[in-house]
């Protein structure tokens, strides 16, 4: 054999025996795949598949041929002319067999439903119930300890947001309408009483502690919280609001600013409560911890101050509420070992609600004023999104804990507010050209538990532990038995919505 055939065979015998190495470091890694990753990954794959036939069944939709054949077949109704309004919509109310409230679609208004928001509110809501029902166990899909995020904290505030925006509309829709103010603070009264007692008779963690008693009756809770969001929200828009003429034009003197200026005592009220989170915050004096403490006590900060869980937050509950009747079991006590009783739906953290749902408000707001105007409303809200981007980035220093104000959901501090709004404002812009702009994607499945969302959610709390949507485990630690267990739970939700929406069944309160 020749030098150089020989050279070459060196080199081929080095390089196979290179790849051959890397392939030995590689596939233990392919074959050790946790069952973790696996159980996600053969989730991810069911789901994507049916997402798949649903796109390839709404391309046949499109076809004429076959979409006027299944419309001979099937007749169906034009649900699309109902809506829902847990929190308030432009529509006219009526009801149906059964007692349940239904909203009809005000067929002589030229203001069109949005289905992105619907679809928002409906992924908010889904999320919300795979968490609260495990998350398959996973850590990510477990609200933080303390500082910082989890998938889990997001979902609560987007669900606050798209309220706001909502209020927004539906206030300036029926003010058009002819309704007058007190008409509408009337209902706006009503309905956060109704969320409110929902929250605290219906939906209540603290009957796990014993049997219905006012004792340990906690008095904070979601449903409660959004009762208080909305009451302010909605009030402040109809103490300042006009309602915006269906034709709007920009003869406003500063067009770039006509969905703010007009608004600026909500913005200075905003402002001011804001001041008062700031000031109750950082100088209230809480016996026992220093002043201005947003740690988690326990063993927190090296356990030098173990009963200062949440410093003026967690005080201010136990003094006006008592410790009875605030949560149990904070998140913190997992990794801090705290021993106090602390409410993440907490008195002070509902005025950081407040502030959210008023950015929502402005969402609605730029919707309205902007109307049909698709590339000035994307722009708004990514203008937004970048402020409220740049005042997190200020506040944290964008770090978990050495910032200002760390992002907190426990706290529902304002950095908390301003990141989310961050991402509420870019995940609205996105799914508002996908599905109102481009007309690509109808929103499915998310849409229909958009449309009834409080159904779902306060279902889905009363029948958490209640078979479909709950069984007894073969393996109680094993992570692919739990997220089979809440996939199942949470998709028969979207399934219920469905068929709900089909049979043209909403729930208002």
């Known amino acids: 054999m020749s030098k150089r055939n020989l050279r070459l065979a060196e080199w081929k015998s080095t390089i196979q025996q290179s790849l051959l190495n890397q392939f030995s470091l590689f596939s233990p890694t392919l074959a050790n795949l946790s069952k973790q990753q696996e159980a996600i990954l053969f989730a991810f794959l069911i789901y994507m598949g049916i997402f798949t036939v649903l796109m390839i069944g709404q391309i046949c939709m499109n076809i ?18 109902l809506i829902n309004s847990e929190l308030g919509s432009p529509s006219r109310t009526g009801s149906i067999g059964g007692g349940l409230p239904v909203e009809v679609w005000n067929s002589a208004s030229s203001l069109q439903r949005l289905r992105s928001l619907d679809t928002f509110r409906g992924l908010a809501l889904i999320i919300m119930v795979f968490v609260n029902y495990g998350g398959g166990k996973y850590w990510f899909f477990k609200h933080q300890s303390w500082n910082g995020l989890t998938i889990a904290d997001l979902v609560f505030p987007w669900f606050v947001f798209i309220m706001g925006t909502s209020i927004s509309l539906s206030l300036s829709a029926m003010m058009r309408r002819g309704c007058s103010k007190w008409q509408l603070l009337g209902k706006v ?21 014993g049997p219905l008693s006012l004792d340990n009756l906690r008095i904070p809770g979601v449903l409660q919280r959004l009762g208080c ?23 406003a003197p500063y067009p770039a600013l006509q969905d703010i200026l007009p608004y600026w005592p909500q913005w200075l009220f905003i402002l001011a409560l804001e001041g008062l989170w700031l000031c109750l915050t950082f100088l209230l004096n809480v016996p026992g911890c220093p002043k201005g403490y947003l740690g988690p006590g326990g063993i927190g900060d090296f356990g030098k101050f173990p009963n200062c869980t949440g410093g003026a937050a967690g005080y201010i509950d136990h003094l006006l509420l008592g410790e009875k009747h605030i949560y149990q079991h904070p998140s913190s006590n997992v990794l801090y070992l705290t021993t106090v009783p602390f409410d993440p739906e907490g008195i002070l953290g509902t005025i950081n609600s407040v502030v959210m749902a008023f950015l929502g408000l402005q969402g609605g707001k730029i919707l309205l004023f902007y109307k049909d105007q698709h590339k000035q409303i994307m722009l708004r809200f990514c203008v937004w999104s970048i402020i409220m981007g740049v005042i997190s980035m200020m506040l944290t220093k964008c770090s978990k804990d050495q910032g200002l104000i760390p992002v907190n959901k426990n706290l529902w501090s304002i950095s908390y507010v301003t990141t989310l709004s961050s991402f509420a404002f870019i995940l609205l812009l996105l799914v508002y050209y996908l599905i109102d702009v481009k007309k690509v994607w109808s929103g499915a499945p998310f849409f229909y538990p958009g449309m009834n969302s409080i159904l779902v ?27 089979t267990q809440n996939l199942i739970a949470t998709s028969l939700w979207v399934i219920i919505s469905y068929i709900l929406y089909r049979k043209r069944i909403f729930w208002k309160i």
Do not use: Q
């Open 189 to 209: 009264l009503w309905r956060s009483l109704l969320l409110f007692l929902i929250g605290l008779l219906v939906v209540n963690p603290n009957y796990c502690l």
């Open 64 to 81: 004429e041929p076959i979409r006027n054949w299944l419309y001979k077949k099937m007749n169906p109704r034009e649900t699309d002319r």
């Open 229 to 251: 969001t909305y009451l302010v929200v909605a009030a402040l828009e109809l103490l300042f609001a006009k309602p915006v003429p269906e034709n709007s034009t920009l003869e």
């Open 457 to 483: 959610y306060v279902g889905h709390e009363i029948f958490e532990n209640y078979f479909p949507f709950k069984w007894k485990l073969n393996d109680t630690k094993s992570h692919s038995e739990h997220l």
